[in-house]
């Protein structure tokens, strides 16, 4: 069966697109399929620092799209995992150096290949969204419970609708649930009330997630914390698993009455 | 020579000309462009001329032709531009281009402007997210939710059926419009030259209707009069 393309995107910056990128194609490979992942964000990639794959990287996506190399030499295998693969981005170029079709072809040649393929996405919603959404079969968007990042959501939501490659998957990064008890933060359910799409994956806000995003080891490479577990949940909701989303407070019942929502919408 | 200018059309683009081939028999058509090139020789000396030639049929020995018979007359045929598949490939076999590289337009939001007649209210069936934006001279109704960050302009009337929290100018071109909505709380409310003062509270939000009256927008339950 040929690989489905998942692209991560956001539209505001800094809610954790790479993070999930790398967290999820880690997930992935624990469960031992094949994953590629692809650092969309051309001029500014960060994706190799987050995967600890930095110091690996002799061609890039540019070269392969402008024939400098072959697609094979661009791929630097994890070291921790066999069947992961980056493709990083070139740092010396810009969003114009790579087209929607060229995503599209280099894609197609991964796809046969691959269980997965997954494209980090820059920020904005310009030319280098719309490289990584043209060869997406599915896409994610990560947003924060914040005002700005929901709204920014809405706006990808909507391009993503525009370029009828909807409907696309919630991710909920970063959910304080303390703060939500307080009522200082938007709940899952505002969020969900307002954006309108099925919901993949809660992440709780985790100061793990930042030291192993410095160290290159992403925090779903352990299951111990909980943010490393919510992302290897949302890759078993990729393959198709039905996982309950995971209760971060026994005593608060936010989670039952979300996941009733979720599973009255299925 | 009436239909000799329906048949062949022929117009300035910025990579030449664009030549237009209308209906009938392949030999006439050829024929009659041939004739109007000769008819204008100087005119065509050394352009550069793409062909549109609809659905048409062409093949290998009909395009080369008309290419080399071109080339004769110092004219470069550069591109065919055809619905036809067939046509397609061989104009590509031939190493013509197939498109008129245009600059895509970028994906702009377009403003719904529908001024029918008889009708003067566009209807959205879908909820309106950030950064969509919908103007109409006439009514504008919404099936779905208008959410924060898009806007809607009407000349008339606003009606919402779904919640409304974006941003509303009513009334550009007409008195006495109405803004409705199941849930609202916009972020901008404005009726003719009057702006809401502020949201409708809580006792308010749930199927209102927002007017004017004396010069002020006031939040009503919104019945059916």
């Excluded at chain 1, 280098?128 to 005002?147: H, K, S």
């Excluded at chain 1, 919510?230 to 039905?242: H, P, S, T, V």
């Excluded at chain 2, 409304?164 to 803004?179: F, H, T």
């Amino acid at each position: 069966m040929p690989g489905t393309v998942v692209t991560i995107t956001s539209g505001k910056g800094g809610v954790g697109k790479t993070t999930t990128t790398a967290n999820l194609a880690v997930s992935l490979a624990l469960a031992g399929d094949k994953v590629v992942c692809i650092d969309g964000d051309i001029g500014l990639r960060n994706l190799d620092v987050v995967l600890g794959l930095e110091n690996r990287i002799v061609y890039d996506l540019v070269d392969v799209v402008e024939g400098r190399c072959r697609l094979r030499q661009a791929m630097i295998r994890d070291k921790r995992l066999n069947e992961l693969y980056l493709i990083p981005a070139a740092q010396t170029r810009d969003k114009s150096a790579v087209s929607p079709s060229d995503m599209v072809r280099v894609c197609d040649e991964l796809r046969p290949e691959f269980d997965w393929i997954l494209i980090d996405s820059p920020a904005g919603i310009e030319r280098g969204f719309r490289n990584v959404i043209a060869p997406a079969d599915l896409i994610l968007v990560v947003t924060n419970p914040e005002v700005s990042a929901v709204r920014d959501a809405d706006r990808i939501i909507g391009l993503i609708e525009a370029e009828e490659k909807g409907p696309a998957k919630l991710i909920l990064n970063r959910l304080n649930i303390n703060m939500v008890k307080r009522g200082d933060m938007l709940t899952g359910e505002d969020v969900l009330e307002l954006l309108a799409i099925e919901l993949i994956g809660i992440i709780p806000e985790d100061e793990s997630v930042v030291v192993s995003t410095n160290r290159g080891q992403p925090v779903a490479l352990d299951d111990k914390t909980k943010a490393g577990k919510a992302f290897q949940n949302i890759a078993r909701r990729l393959k198709g698993e039905k996982v309950p989303f995971l209760n971060l407070d026994e005593k608060s019942d936010f989670f039952h009455r979300l996941s009733k929502i979720f599973s009255g919408g299925e | 020579m009436e239909k000799t200018a329906q048949a062949v059309q022929i117009k300035g683009i910025r990579e030449g000309l664009l030549v237009t081939l209308g209906e009938g028999d392949w030999q006439s058509i050829f024929q009659q462009l041939l004739d109007q090139i000769e008819q204008n020789s100087a005119f065509f000396q050394g352009a550069r001329l793409a062909l549109e030639v609809g659905n048409r049929v062409l093949h290998a020995a009909e395009l080369g032709t008309l290419r080399d018979r071109l080339a004769d007359r110092n004219i470069t045929l550069w591109a065919v531009l055809s619905q036809s598949l067939v046509t397609e490939q061989t104009a590509q076999m031939l190493g013509l281009a197939t498109r008129i590289s245009t600059p895509r337009p970028e994906r702009t939001i377009k403003p719904l402007d529908t001024s029918l007649e008889g009708e003067n209210a566009v209807l959205l069936q879908r909820t309106l997210r950030s950064g969509f934006s919908v103007s109409s001279r006439g009514h504008v109704v919404v099936i779905g939710d208008v959410n924060p960050g898009a806007e809607i302009v009407a000349g008339g009337s606003v009606v919402v059926w779904g919640k409304l929290k974006g941003s509303v100018r009513a009334g550009i071109e007409e008195e006495g419009a109405v803004v409705c909505a199941l849930f609202m709380e916009p972020s901008l409310l404005r009726i003719g030259e009057i702006e809401a003062s502020r949201s409708p509270d809580k006792k308010e939000q749930n199927t209102v209707m927002a007017l004017v009256k004396d010069s002020q927008i006031v939040f009503e339950t919104w019945k059916i009069k």
